[in-house]
C-alpha cells in the first residue's frame, strides 16, 4: 500500500457505523478521491475540525485494494471561517461544493478545477464574490467538465441566435427559431440574457440585473440538472435562503 500526500478540499462527509466517517475530497494532485476515515466521530483530537464541507487541507492518505482510500491524518490548511458566519455564503459555498462533487469523477486529476474552487471559496470567505460570481463560477467548473453552453450561436446549425432565440439543455445552449421545431424542449429567453451569459463566459464581470441573474439561474439549474441527471440539492437551499 502506497502513502501520500496532498492538498484537498472537502466536498462532503458521510457517516459510516458507530465511529467512521467517508469523507469526499477534492485533491489537488489525484482528482476526487473517496477517504474512509476510521473513528473520526469519536476522536476529539485526530480529525478535530477538518472533515467539515469546504475546509482546505493537508492530508496523509493510503492507498488500498478498494476505490476507497484511507485518511491517516489531516491538518486544516483553511477554514474560510468567515464564510461559515453569514447563511447566503454558506448557501453558495455548499452549492459549488456539490457541482464539483458531481462534475467529477473517481481517481481523474483535476488540478484547475481544484484551483478554480479554492479561488472562489477564498472570494466567499473575503467578502468579495459580486453578484455575477457564482454564474461565473458556474460557467467555469462546466467548461472544465467539458459542458460549456453555447451561447453565441445556435447549437443545431452554427448560425446567429437570431431575434427571438430559445435555450434548449438536451442540445447544449441556445436555438434559433429556424431549430426551434426540432428541440422540443427549448424555452424562450431573452436575447440580453445570453449576451450577458456569454460576457461571463468570456471573462466579463458586469453585474447582470437581478432579473437577469435569476433567470439565469433557472437556466444553468435546468442545463446542471440534465447533465447531471438530477437536480442538486444545494439549489433549493439557496432557494430558501433567497439567493437569485
Do not use: W
Not at 467517508?22 to 472533515?51: E, M, P, Q
Not at 453569514?86 to 448557501?91: H, N, R, S
Not at 453558495?92 to 457541482?99: G, K, S, T
Not at 453585474?207 to 441573474?213: H, T, V, Y
Request: with cysteine; aromatic share 6%.
Amino acid at each position: 500500500m502506497e502513502r501520500f500526500e496532498d492538498e484537498a478540499l472537502v466536498l462532503s462527509t458521510v457517516d459510516y457505523g458507530e465511529a467512521d466517517r467517508l469523507v469526499t475530497l477534492l485533491t489537488r494532485d489525484h482528482g476526487k478521491l473517496t477517504a474512509f476515515a476510521a473513528g473520526a466521530r469519536k476522536s476529539k483530537r485526530r480529525f478535530a475540525g477538518a472533515l467539515e464541507p469546504y475546509m482546505r487541507l493537508r492530508v496523509q492518505l493510503v492507498e488500498t485494494r478498494v476505490s476507497t482510500v484511507r485518511l491517516d491524518s489531516a491538518d486544516i490548511v483553511g477554514g474560510y471561517y468567515a464564510a461559515r458566519e453569514d447563511l447566503p455564503l454558506i448557501a453558495r459555498a455548499l452549492y459549488a461544493v456539490e457541482l464539483c462533487r458531481e462534475l467529477t469523477r473517481e481517481h481523474e486529476p483535476q488540478p484547475e478545477l481544484f484551483a478554480l474552487l479554492e479561488a472562489y471559496l477564498h472570494k466567499l470567505d473575503a467578502k468579495e464574490a459580486g453578484p455575477t460570481s457564482l454564474l461565473a463560477f458556474e460557467l467555469d467548473a462546466l467548461a472544465q467538465a467539458g459542458l460549456m453552453p453555447r451561447f453565441d450561436s445556435c447549437a443545431l446549425c452554427g448560425g446567429p441566435p437570431g431575434e427571438r432565440p430559445r435555450f434548449d439543455q438536451a442540445h447544449g445552449g441556445t436555438v434559433c427559431e429556424s431549430c426551434s421545431g426540432r428541440a422540443r424542449d427549448a424555452v424562450n429567453v431573452p436575447a440580453e440574457l445570453l449576451s450577458g451569459l456569454r460576457a461571463i463566459q468570456e471573462g466579463a464581470r458586469t453585474p447582470l440585473s437581478a432579473d437577469l441573474r435569476a433567470r439565469a439561474r433557472a437556466v444553468l439549474n435546468v442545463f446542471i440538472s440534465h447533465h447531471l441527471g438530477r437536480r442538486l440539492k444545494s439549489v433549493d437551499f439557496m432557494a430558501q435562503v433567497g439567493l437569485d
